[in-house]
């Protein structure tokens, strides 16, 4: 089993910055993908990053040049610092993790407003 609890969110204005943590346990293999997910109201889930144990990042068009996605190895921790934020980042922050299946966080509430 692999447990990932996420921390971080917040309010913050446009313009300002964030960073998430997740910190993931349990049985983990080597070889594996770590990222993020976010989902606004109304809206599906959608891709925003990820970094392969291998080091190879993906990253959605949306957030590309203002998000940032490394990890700790050693401590099985991926981060996501969010920079120059606009108000339609503004979701539930899921971290992920793929190692032989899928698993999921619980979110981190990021919210953009003035």
């Known amino acids: 089993q692999v447990q990932l609890v996420e921390s971080g969110g917040g309010l913050v204005q446009p313009g300002g910055s964030l960073r998430l943590s997740c910190a993931a346990s349990?049985?983990?293999?080597?070889?594996?993908?770590m990222g993020w997910y976010r989902q606004a109201p109304g809206k599906e889930r959608e891709f925003i990053a990820t970094l392969s144990s291998g080091g190879t990042s993906n990253y959605a068009d949306s957030v590309k040049g203002r998000f940032t996605i490394f990890r700790d190895f050693v401590k099985n921790t991926v981060f996501l610092q969010m920079n120059s934020l606009k108000p339609e980042d503004t979701a539930v922050y899921y971290c992920?993790?793929?190692?032989?299946?899928?698993?999921w966080g619980k979110g981190t509430l990021v919210t953009v407003s003035s």
């Open positions: 349990g049985s983990i293999f080597s070889t594996n993908i």
């Open positions: 992920y993790l793929f190692t032989r299946m899928a698993y």
